[in-house]
């Protein structure tokens, strides 16, 4: 009897709590909508798993290294623990994934129309209005945010997952799962979350606006610019230069073309390989007991709230430009700046579409969209140079 008691007294099952069943709901909720929905498959799935991996009652040992009661070291860490702590912990993972993202990306629609830097930038308005918004929340006594931790938490506004996991890293790792879950989440509903937006903000008319065709950019143009433009970054903004760094160089592999097996390596297998080791060890943050409080509550509400906000301030800046500018701007185009690379810039476009089907706007939205992740990793990098 007494060996039966101790076996079950093994299992899971005698020892899950309220707070692991939940996880494992919202587990299963990653993998419904990667797998039915195909939002963000790429990460929602491996976070998806790794979440259900590490709230499996008995699974401590995947996490961390165990101690006896004397603390004597008895168990090393397991590969979450490792994953964590060399990829993310270092800002490894996030750094190779936006060198991936460089290799992947054309320079050429903003370079073609310059001014859609602009749409980029605004959009970035919902990140530092996030982070008033989690102080002041936090001075009301609802919260209880630190300013890094509002800092890191207003940076889901760009709609940039890496970026997000990278100033999470620095500022505050302690909310790492639910600033990566919600940044990533929300990146996966773009299709859902912006187009109320944009049609709220619009008229009919304005979604009609039919843009000039873009200027061809020559390839000696799109080889300076990474390389201006992380020497400008470093100059003014060193914090930031990690980021934009790996991004350009990844665009530099890409644009020189005298280094193809690097840029397809990089674009496909590296990207790809990362990705996985990026999501697991993500998840290995989202047990329970890390998880399940008030603050992620906060976090996904004020996620939601950054990203509406940029939303709405690149089709506003939009707006605005139009009314000094020669060339008409479809203010569609100025949603793409949140830098969901290229989802926003389809839905731009999709939206588009939906009030004038011969319109096509996607290579104008890749424009801002583009500026948003430089824009992005520059807003990270002021944070980080102003509160680490």
């Not at 859609?116 to 990140?127: E, K, N, R, S, V």
């Not at 300013?147 to 940076?155: C, N, S």
């Not at 990844?250 to 990089?266: A, I």
């Not at 290579?363 to 801002?368: L, S, V």
């Amino acid at each position: 009897m007494e060996q039966l008691e101790a076996l079950w007294s093994q299992t899971g099952i005698s020892q899950v709590t309220w707070g692991q069943c939940v996880m494992v709901g919202i587990a299963l909720t990653l993998l419904y909508l990667a797998i039915r929905k195909k939002f963000e498959p790429l990460l929602l799935l491996p976070i998806g798993f790794g979440t259900l991996l590490v709230n499996i009652p008995g699974t401590d040992f995947l996490l961390a290294p165990i101690y006896s009661e004397t603390g004597e070291l008895i168990g090393s860490g397991g590969l979450l623990y490792y994953i964590y702590h060399v990829g993310i912990e270092t800002s490894l993972f996030p750094l190779i994934i936006f060198m991936g993202v460089g290799a992947l990306t054309d320079f050429g629609p903003l370079l073609a129309n310059p001014k859609t830097l602009f749409l980029g930038a605004a959009a970035q308005f919902g990140i530092f209005a996030t982070v008033i918004g989690a102080l002041g929340l936090t001075q009301l006594g609802l919260f209880d945010f630190s300013v890094k931790d509002a800092a890191a938490i207003g940076i889901i506004g760009g709609a940039d997952g890496p970026t997000a996991i990278f100033i999470a890293n620095r500022l505050a790792p302690d909310l790492l799962g639910p600033i990566a879950v919600a940044a990533y989440s929300y990146m996966a509903l773009v299709p859902i979350i912006q187009p109320p937006i944009m049609k709220l903000l619009t008229t009919e008319s304005e979604r009609k606006i039919r843009m000039v065709q873009l200027r061809r950019v020559s390839q000696a143009e799109k080889i300076i610019f990474p390389l201006l433009l992380v020497l400008l970054v470093a100059l003014l903004l060193p914090s930031a230069a990690p980021l934009l760094g790996m991004f350009c160089l990844g665009n530099l592999m890409r644009e020189s073309g005298v280094v193809d097996r690097l840029s397809d390596t990089t674009q496909n297998a590296l990207i790809n390989i990362t990705t996985i080791f990026l999501g697991l060890g993500v998840a290995s943050q989202m047990s329970a007991d890390k998880f399940l409080d008030a603050s992620t509550m906060g976090i996904l509400v004020l996620g939601i709230i950054a990203f509406s906000i940029g939303t709405a301030s690149g089709l506003l800046m939009a707006k605005l430009m139009n009314r000094f500018s020669s060339t008409p701007i479809n203010p569609l185009i100025g949603s793409a700046g949140v830098s969901a690379v290229p989802m926003a810039a389809r839905v731009s476009s999709k939206v588009g579409q939906e009030a004038d089907p011969q319109n096509i706007l996607l290579m104008h939205a890749m424009g801002p969209n583009v500026a948003g992740v430089i824009g992005s990793a520059v807003a990270a990098g002021v944070m980080i140079g102003i509160l680490q």
